[in-house]
Structure formats: structure tokens, C-alpha cells
């Protein structure tokens, strides 16, 4: 059984703090991305990442950036949360044009 | 660039009943995807159903189906015999094909409700 998996689900964060999510996949897919979904927004790309060590920004990087060491795993940071990015963030993960994945999300309250 | 607008912020179906959901899209791209998505209140991103543009024919997956007007630009959903079960938000999205595969531009969502 294929999976995405975001290891925090729920996480409470005090502005100026450094944040970190992490999103595994164990497909061995190549891409993978960061989303953030805001209502009566949709989601939206943050970052993209199409192998170890290469990243491109998405539609809405500011503030944030990512990190890809290993395949399988794909970091989003968050330097000095704000208000403001208080958001469910979406992990997702593809290979060519097969079936694109999610994570369950993580829900990330910055107070 | 892309963009997928849902003009439909909310849409309720009696059960047993088919319902449409509406979507346009842009892009540049030749070579494209678009996909429905259905996230229900577990907040888990489900493909519903995806289309290739090059493809004429219309995809199906089961009680789903699209229709897809690629000279109008145009992809709508089509879901026949309602069941609760399909009670969820739905995303209509577009992806660009080849190396950029899975960066998905999304509408706004569709929240469908439906009644017993």
C-alpha cells in the first residue's frame, strides 16, 4: 500500500518560532511538493522538488523553504512563523504521469 | 501559467440523483492533465477521476464522468446516483504533463451535500 506520510498532524507554534514539517513517501517517486490549502482558496503550490538536492519555488514561497536530502523525504520550514501562516499544509509525491499522492495533512496553528 | 476557476462555491443533490459540478481552466501548456478531487471532512485528498487532453474521449470511473471541452476549456464533473458518501469538497485541478507532472493549479472547491 502506497503512502505519504506526514509525521505531525496537529502542531501549535508561537510566532517567531522555527518550524519544521516533514513529509516521507516510499515509492520512490522523484517529485514532490509542499501545498498549503486556505478555504476559499484552495490549495496552493509552496515548493516543488524533482530530485534530492533540487528544489523550484511554487506560487507562494515567501516565508518559506524546503529541504530535500534524502529521496524519500521532503522538509518544509517555516524560518519565523506567523499569523499568518497558520494553514493545513499538504505533502504530495509523483512519478511521470502516474497517480499523484497526499499525505493526511498537517494542521499548523501559529498563535 | 494556469488557472482553474469553480464558479459553484456550494451545490446540494438529493440522494439517487446525478449533479454536475462546473469547471473552466487556462493554460499553455499542449500537454496537459486535469483531475477531480474529492477531499471529504477526514481532509484526505482523493482522486476522483483524471483526463488526459489529448485524449477526446471522455473519462469514467464508474458513478463519474466528465465532460471535457478542450476548445471551450471547459471540465465538468458528473456524478450519477448520488450517495451520502459523496458528500465532500471537490477540486477541480490541472497539472502541466513531462518533467513538471503533479504541480497542480486547483480551483477554489465545490462543498457537495448530499440529502437523504
Known amino acids: 500500500d502506497v503512502k505519504v506520510t506526514q509525521s505531525s498532524r496537529y502542531l501549535v507554534k508561537r510566532t517567531g518560532e522555527k518550524v519544521f514539517l516533514e513529509c516521507v513517501q516510499d515509492?520512490?517517486?522523484?517529485?514532490m511538493f509542499w501545498y498549503r490549502q486556505d478555504p476559499g482558496l484552495g490549495l496552493r503550490l509552496i515548493y516543488f522538488s524533482y530530485d534530492v538536492k533540487m528544489k523550484e519555488k511554487g506560487d507562494i514561497p515567501e516565508g518559506y523553504s524546503v529541504s530535500r536530502e534524502k529521496k524519500e523525504r521532503f522538509s518544509l520550514i517555516l524560518e519565523s512563523a506567523s499569523t499568518n501562516q497558520t494553514s493545513m499544509y499538504l505533502c504530495?509525491?509523483?512519478?511521470?504521469?502516474?497517480?499523484?499522492?497526499f499525505g493526511e495533512g498537517s494542521w499548523l496553528t501559529v498563535v | 501559467a494556469q488557472t482553474v476557476t469553480q464558479s459553484q462555491p456550494e451545490m446540494s443533490v438529493q440522494e439517487a440523483e446525478t449533479v454536475t459540478l462546473s469547471c473552466t481552466y487556462d493554460?499553455?501548456?499542449?500537454?496537459?492533465?486535469l483531475f477531480w478531487y474529492k477531499q471529504p471532512p477526514s481532509r484526505q485528498m482523493i482522486l476522483v477521476i483524471r483526463?488526459?487532453?489529448?485524449?477526446?474521449q471522455n473519462a469514467t470511473e464508474n458513478r463519474f464522468s466528465v465532460n471535457f471541452q478542450k476548445a471551450a476549456k471547459s471540465f465538468s464533473l458528473k456524478i450519477s446516483d448520488s450517495q451520502l458518501g459523496d458528500t465532500a469538497m471537490y477540486f477541480c485541478a490541472s497539472s502541466a504533463g513531462g518533467t513538471s507532472y503533479g504541480k497542480l493549479t486547483f480551483g477554489q472547491g465545490t462543498i457537495l451535500t448530499v440529502h437523504p
Open positions: 504530495a509525491s509523483s512519478y511521470r504521469g502516474n497517480t499523484i499522492y
Open positions: 483526463q488526459e487532453a489529448y485524449k477526446q
Open positions: 515509492m520512490d517517486h522523484e517529485n
Open positions: 493554460t499553455s501548456e499542449s500537454n496537459y492533465y
